[in-house]
């Protein structure tokens, strides 16, 4: 199994939800990322997981609050939005944190704060 | 001055031509070199990883790296209408780095 396996792939919520996206691999590897893509825009990163503890928060903002169940799983909580965090979230994997081999993107989940 | 800079698109070519993408650096410490693409509404795919100057075939993908002159390179012959997509350079500094992306440039190839 090569894959990053995201959902939903599509999700619309209001401002006052609470929803959670889901990450998960089986590749064994131990670096687990989120990242947020806007249209015509590279991703930036938000949150890196390594040997499932924090070791990277971008500043994101407290509305996201990531989580690590196990070394397989990656999920990022939503809460209290705003329609400027409407976007792509992207789910990614490595080897270890940094590893260039294998650093594997899902397909992600399109995002919509309406 | 960004890190990473890459030629601004679109690109558009017909079917069979050599396609030529390339970034340039500005940090010699980036020791990894990938190439990504990018299908809309997909997340992106790694194509080519290098970490060395040098080419590195795969394919109709070749991806070339020039450490001295910090200037990076993805060939794509023959291209076909499925390569139309965006292409991302990335690159690593090393381990408990972060992936540092070029803004990427978007590829149509006509039929």
């Known amino acids: 199994d090569t894959e990053v396996t995201q959902t939903p792939k599509h999700l619309v919520m209001g401002m006052t939800n609470k929803k959670s996206l889901k990450c998960e691999q089986h590749?064994?590897?131990?670096?687990m990322y989120w990242y947020k893509q806007k249209a015509k825009k590279p991703p930036e990163l938000m949150f890196v997981?390594?040997?499932?503890?924090?070791?990277i928060n971008e500043s994101v903002p407290s509305r996201f609050s990531p989580e690590c169940p196990n070394s397989s799983l990656l999920n990022l909580h939503l809460h209290a939005l705003q329609p400027e965090d409407s976007a792509l979230y992207l789910c990614?994997?490595?080897?270890?944190?940094?590893?260039?081999?294998?650093?594997?993107f899902g397909s992600g989940t399109r995002l919509t704060v309406v | 001055q960004k890190e990473v800079e890459q030629d601004p698109g679109p690109l558009s070519v017909p079917e069979g031509a050599i396609v030529s993408l390339n970034c340039t650096y500005s940090?010699?410490?980036?020791?990894?070199f990938m190439w990504y693409r990018q299908y809309s509404r997909k997340g992106p795919e790694l194509l080519m990883y290098?970490?060395?100057?040098g080419n590195k075939e795969d394919g109709r993908f070749t991806a070339q790296v020039d450490k001295s002159s910090k200037y990076i390179s993805l060939f794509i012959r023959d291209s076909q209408p499925s390569d139309s997509a965006t292409y991302l350079c990335?690159?690593?500094?090393?381990?408990?780095?972060?992936?540092?992306f070029g803004k990427g440039i978007t590829l149509s190839v006509r039929p």
């Open positions: 990335a690159m690593l500094r090393g381990a408990n780095s972060k992936l540092t």
């Open positions: 590749m064994g590897h131990r670096a």
């Open positions: 290098t970490y060395s100057s």
């Open positions: 990614a994997s490595s080897q270890g944190e940094g590893a260039p081999y294998g650093y594997t």
């Open positions: 997981y390594s040997y499932e503890k924090l070791s």
């Open positions: 940090n010699s410490a980036f020791q990894y």
